[in-house]
């Protein structure tokens, strides 16, 4: 029987992030499980790569404060480039309730030390982004350091590092048991040989809940599907553009390669593991596009190249991070709700100061993300989700 000092289940960029960060503290035995033949099959590969500090919780806020200046020197650190661009993320309001909203957020963002966020006029927007239908717009907000990753080469760059420092993948594997003995030593059984461990890491994704019944936790993470449309090469809006968001109607799409990539969360999208795209939803995605930006009435798009991937939701839109009470030893890192990319460095260096010293200081207070939470009702409430 294998045996290890950590046990990751998922080998996506939360527990590549995990990974990294415990063998960069010095736990030399960490043993990531993957059932995939390659990493990034899951929401990983599927992702936009949007990074951001914009958010209206404290804790997001945090995480996001030491996500993005590491992802900016992603690699000097870790040795292998993460391909980010601090293009920004700009918000149009078009009513007084979003102005107010991003308002109170700029407060909140500027009390924990976001200096590079600003609230913008209608004018400044107009002279930013002239290209867009504006009529409606009142304000909105900018931040300059929030942008874009790849997140295929941040996984691979983080779990290349994790290798080279003691870190053993197995790809291909598959989880089927885990038990836990009187003495709290959890035996994980898979499709490979079973693996003796104190710690347990879920780092399932979108599958996080099927990993968590096996220790009788009942996660409250759901797979809700969402699709990108990426369009062909068009220069009728410019690239340097930021991430465009659109708070009438959830719209959002920014530059990608020589043309753009288009996001909606459709209201109507229903949770499962729906990994399939819905040609229709073309239709109502351009009505949208054409909508803010007139010119992407010509915008070409190829729907062989439009794809779907999971979100892992839970009920507050805020990751489950750290121990679960009732099984010690066994400590989740779950439900991004759409987050994962961005928080994935700052889950990382989290998990690894929960596992190894019991607290952390990325953020004020991590025990708001506990599990806990949903079964005392202290529900978070994060209404900056795209």
Known sequence: MQTAEVVIIGGGIVGSSIAWHLTHAGCKSVLVIERESSQGKGSTGKSMGGVRAQFSTPVNIQMSLYSIPFYARFEEVVGHPADYRPQGYLFLATKDSHLAYLRDNFERQKKLGLTTARLLSADEIRAMLPQLRSDDVLGGSFCSTDGFVDPYSVMNGFMASALEHGA??????????????????????????????????????????????FVGIDLPVEPLRRMLVPSEPFSDFPHSSPMVIDMSTGFHFRPEGRGFLLAWNDPEETAGYKTDFEPSFIEKILMHAADRVPA???????????????????PDHHCILGPVAAVPGFFLANGFSGHGVMHSPSTGKILTDLILQGKTNVVDDVSVLAFERFARGELLHETAVL
Not at 181 to 205: C, I, K, L
């Open 168 to 213: 053993t993948l197995w790809k291909k594997t598959e989880v089927t048991a885990i038990a836990r003995d009187q003495q709290g030593t959890f035996r994980v059984e898979t499709t490979r040989e079973p693996v003796s461990t104190h710690t347990v890491v879920n780092a399932a994704g979108a599958w996080a809940a099927q990993i968590a019944k």
């Open 296 to 314: 992407f009435e010509n915008l070409p798009i190829n729907p062989k190249r439009a794809w779907a991937g999971l979100y892992e939701m839970t």
